[in-house]
């Protein structure tokens, strides 16, 4: 079983080199994407590799005399590694609008650096049903122009099949976060990362292979059950979040019962109907996907005048489903989006009395000694309490 | 019971010693490269004053950042927890508490029992700490446990805008040479101090009848006492020796461990 872990972590720590060999191999296309939610299915209907681009752990060295230092860690540090040919193995670029952020980056990008293949695909904010109509035809779009881009037609069946690949990744994703809620610790927090983040690296066939082999291992295992002090992390809804801070939180008497990182529960959640017309199981997926700090709701705080939140409704139900007594945020600095939300998530702690840290992450992860105090103190909190 | 706190800090070692009855005492020094000899002189220092020997500590309790360089203690409470101890020990009412240490400022809320209900640090700089004074004296030429009285005598308080302690420390030279007046700039300092840790007050939503309690060796400073209070609307408790609760908190704490 550490072969396999040690697999999913090699695919986090040289994120593209799988890619890298595929195309230097044949005659496969890459197509990559900035994060959240593509629904990189149709690119692999369209018989090419979808990439999700995470940028890199190295320092900004680069980057920093293209972009603004007050864009965020997910959007600095790609464009880094654009500038520094890692990303030179890419046929193209698809991707979602998730914020002005990114959107930005994409405009930067292709004026700086065109790639061949460049599509920007809208999505709505506002989840209602009027916007539906705008979604779908987003979706019929970026179809085309990747139809046309690949010389192929995507067909149905082809689209059908594809979302079943992913699928199968997402209940297996689902099964082994249901796996750490049942028994915490059998996955460390920072595996569970790894292992979701790598799904969108390399080809889903192989990911979903080798999970398959994890879930059967992990299953016969007897991994001892935790006793340390359950929390849920949230945060990072675009990025992969630190490593040495998910460790941290479970070196010093926390155990992390479930997460709604990008790179985590967030991901997995739900399904594409894989039955029906595919354009219509995206738009429903994307209408009820979960909730998120880039999307406004049909009922919002505004228009209501109450503390409305379905984020914060989100988390703490998470929090409870997962039996943990308190939650870390990981919020990642200069994240607009997610800064906005918070005000409502604490105003919501702070009035349900759940106890939870606040930690504030840029790249680099920043520094480790004074969030130790702080993770550690806040451990002594649920202890005490 | 005798007990034992240590709280190693980044500029002051600290250590209380509590027994039964009224036994009670303290020592403090700089706390230096070798940690582990300092804390364990400074502990010496605390038991000597009551006729006590090493041997006689039931449970030692080491706290601050070079907490986990203690050999001899029975076991390690962070700060935080520690200062809401030894700030409920002395104001049992207290419910919010403000410790203003050499390289960090903490705001903690503290309930009816004294347990951590939330807390905030300055994040990523000395802004807003005893290290950023310390700077700010240097550069003036005067002794830090002087530029609180300094700064009172000013009657017309010179703006220090930035919130980084080096880039302060630029700030400073500009006014020196632009012959502002020590007194003008030391008040531009403490306010700008106090305003970083009234931010951070803010940011835990504090309870506004709260009762107050500032600690850490900036509480030594009546400046910023005077200052806060003003900012805060209400009056402040600080503790007899503000820089020594987190210890005390840790001796209080090591009666349970």
């Known amino acids: ?385 | 019971m005798i007990t034992a706190g240590i709280d190693i800090g980044s500029t002051t070692t600290k250590a209380v010693v509590l027994g039964d009855g009224d036994i009670f005492s303290y020592a403090l020094q700089p706390t230096g490269m070798e940690i582990s000899s300092i804390s364990h002189q400074v502990l010496m220092e605390a038991l000597d004053k009551v006729g006590l020997k090493f041997e006689d500590v039931d449970s030692i309790v080491a706290t601050g950042y070079g907490r986990i360089s203690i050999p001899f203690a029975t076991t390690t409470i962070t700060e935080i927890t520690c200062n809401a101890a030894g700030v409920h020990h002395l104001y049992p009412n207290a419910s919010l508490v403000v410790d203003i240490g050499g390289q960090d400022s903490k705001v903690i809320k503290i309930d009816g029992q004294g347990r951590v209900m939330q807390f905030a640090m300055n994040d990523k700089c000395a802004a807003g700490t005893g290290k950023f004074l310390e700077v700010a004296a240097q550069t003036l030429g005067v002794p830090v446990s002087e530029i609180g009285a300094i700064s009172m005598q000013s009657e017309n308080k010179a703006t220090i805008s930035s919130t980084c302690t080096v880039f302060a420390q630029t700030e400073i030279v500009s006014l020196i040479a632009r012959q502002t007046n020590k007194e003008d700039i030391a008040a531009g300092l403490h306010e700008s101090i106090v305003s970083r840790v009234y931010g951070l007050i803010s940011s835990v939503n504090p309870d506004p009848q709260a009762e107050v309690v500032l600690t850490g060796g900036v509480a030594k400073n009546t400046a910023i006492v005077k200052l806060l209070e003003r900012m805060l609307a209400r009056k402040i408790s600080v503790p007899d020796n503000p820089q020594i609760v987190t210890a005390m908190g840790a001796a209080i704490l090591a009666k349970q461990c």
């Not at chain 1, 690949?150 to 689902?174: D, F, H, P, V």
């Not at chain 1, 409305?308 to 039996?323: T, W």
């Open chain 1, 1 to 385: 079983m550490e072969e396999i872990f040690t697999r999913f972590k090699d695919y986090c720590e040289r994120p593209y080199e799988r890619a890298a060999q595929l195309k230097a191999s044949g005659n496969t296309k890459i197509i990559g994407s900035l994060p959240m939610y593509f629904p990189e299915e149709i690119i692999h209907a369209a018989g090419a590799l979808p990439v999700t681009l995470f940028g890199s752990e190295e320092p900004i060295t680069l980057g920093d005399a293209h972009m603004m230092t007050n864009a965020c860690d997910q959007v600095r540090s790609s464009f880094d590694s654009l500038l520094k040919g890692k990303y030179d193995f890419l046929d193209g670029i698809a991707t979602i609008h998730v914020c002005d952020q990114v959107r930005f980056f994409l405009e930067v990008w292709q004026l700086d650096h065109p790639v061949d293949f460049f599509h920007q695909m809208w999505r709505p904010h506002k989840l209602d049903s009027t916007n539906q109509i705008f979604l779908r035809s987003e979706l019929k779009r970026l179809i085309s122009s990747l139809e046309e881009f690949m010389g192929t037609k995507i067909t149905t069946e082809a689209l059908q099949a594809s979302i079943r690949i992913y699928n199968e990744s997402r209940a297996m994703l689902r099964k082994l976060n249901d796996m750490r809620k049942e028994r915490p610790g059998i996955i460390s927090a920072s595996d569970m990362v790894c292992v979701v983040a790598s799904s969108m690296l390399i080809p889903r066939e192989e990911h979903n292979q080798l999970l398959g082999q994890l879930l059967v291992g992990l299953e016969q295992s007897e991994i001892t059950v935790s006793t340390k002090q359950k929390v849920i992390v949230v945060g990072h809804p675009c990025g992969i979040p630190e490593t040495e801070l998910l460790d941290m939180i479970e070196d010093n008497g926390m155990v992390v019962v479930d997460d709604d990182f990008f790179t985590g529960g967030r991901y997995f959640s739900r399904d594409v109907s894989a039955s029906g017309d595919p354009i219509e199981a995206f738009v429903d997926f994307y209408t009820n996907a979960i909730p998120c700090t880039t999307m406004h709701f049909a009922d919002n705080w505004i228009e209501s005048g109450k503390s409305y939140s379905p984020y914060a409704d989100y988390v703490i139900e998470l929090m409870k489903a997962g039996q943990a007594r308190g939650i870390v945020v990981l919020k990642e600095m200069y994240c607009d989006p997610y800064d906005m939300e918070f005000v409502l998530l604490k105003k919501r702690f702070e009035e349900e009395g759940i106890p939870y840290l606040n930690l504030i992450t840029e790249h680099g992860a920043g520094p480790l000694e004074s969030i130790r105090t702080r993770v550690q103190a806040f451990e002594e909190t649920l202890r005490f309490f």
